[in-house]
């Protein structure tokens, strides 16, 4: 059975995208540099991940309660702690953040936390994590996030052209700086799963700049006279249907982790929600405009702005025979 596709726009704006483009740059070089900012001067509030702790992995007679176990631990008075189910329904993960003083205060808050959990637990393994493996992930991490940016601009660059990749991976990086800055002014716990958001941003921000990357080539081959300024605008408006949805029904699916996915997917949500949001902006706003002024090939000799209609020819004038006939 034939369905209808669903369409969110009837009818194709003409939406001046390029005129606000001088807007765009100036507003994401602002939030930028600001992000830059603020990760100089309040760095990050790193979790147990980066900043090491104690990892408990322990086996619960009955399937794990980890609501109760978390209000349980969080009174304790062992600052911040973590619950994460793994393997089997009865088998869960406890991170407890690292405590001030030596080996006898990260045995003093494990034996908290067995105490507070009650007999009956069976405990797997109890490791204390330092500073130095949080900062080996911090590095990893960092390093993953920067390969991922050059593999981006390098698969642009080969579905496209060179000109295309430098647009997306500006683009890119600048969510991704925007996404740290935020964390960095919430004060939001940055942790491995909010840098797997990170790079999930990354995914989502390319994914909307390819497809108007795609159109935009595609109008460049169908109107080979059109002014440029015009060109970008068509193919931002005629793709701006199915960004609106895409976006719509990504967020309603994240919307749903922030409300109903617990503590532990938080910051994963927080990221992605803003990552929605700044991904979008910077394909509208700074993919698509900077081929205004990096040109890719086949542009050149276009004009910028719309061309002037031809001149009339005097009244009464005759016409020219190459006009009659069409001749160069």
Do not use: C
Not at 156 to 169: L, N, S, T, Y
Not at 170 to 175: I, N, Y
Not at 191 to 196: F, G, P, R, S
Not at 265 to 288: D, R
């Amino acid at each position: 059975m034939f369905r209808r596709p669903l369409i969110v726009i009837r009818r194709i704006p003409n939406i001046d995208f390029m005129g606000l483009r001088r807007f765009g740059f100036a507003l994401s070089a602002l939030m930028t540099i600001g992000s830059i900012v603020l990760f100089a001067v309040n760095g990050l509030n790193y979790g147990i991940d980066f900043s090491g702790g104690i990892v408990i992995e322990a086996r619960t007679p009955q399937p794990a309660n980890l609501g109760a176990m978390r209000t349980e631990l969080d009174g304790l008075g062992v600052g911040q702690v973590q619950l994460q189910g793994f393997g089997s329904p009865n088998d869960v993960m406890i991170r407890v953040q690292r405590q001030t003083g030596g080996d006898a205060a990260q045995e003093q808050a494990v034996t908290k936390v067995k105490q507070a959990l009650g007999p009956g637990v069976t405990y797997l393994s109890t490791n204390v994590v330092g500073p130095t493996i949080g900062a080996e992930l911090i590095r990893a991490g960092t390093i993953a996030t920067i390969l991922a940016l050059i593999a981006i601009a390098i698969y642009v660059w080969f579905r496209f052209e060179w000109q295309f990749g430098i647009g997306a991976m500006l683009s890119t990086l600048h969510d991704t700086v925007t996404t740290i800055g935020l964390f960095s002014l919430l004060r939001v716990e940055f942790n491995l799963t909010t840098l797997a958001a990170i790079l999930t941003i990354a995914g989502y921000s390319i994914n909307d700049t390819v497809v108007i990357y795609d159109r935009v080539r595609e109008t460049m081959r169908r109107y080979k006279t059109m002014d440029f300024t015009t060109l970008i605008n068509k193919s931002l408006n005629e793709t701006l249907s199915r960004t609106i949805l895409t976006v719509s029904t990504t967020a309603l699916a994240v919307l749903s982790l922030f409300f109903f996915g617990g503590q532990v997917l938080h910051g994963f949500s927080i990221a992605m929600l803003w990552g929605i949001v700044v991904g979008t902006y910077s394909s509208l706003f700074i993919a698509a405009p900077m081929l205004y002024y990096i040109r890719p090939k086949g542009v050149h000799g276009r004009g910028g702005e719309a061309a002037p209609a031809p001149a009339a020819s005097p009244a009464g004038a005759p016409e020219s025979p190459r006009a009659k006939t069409g001749a160069p």
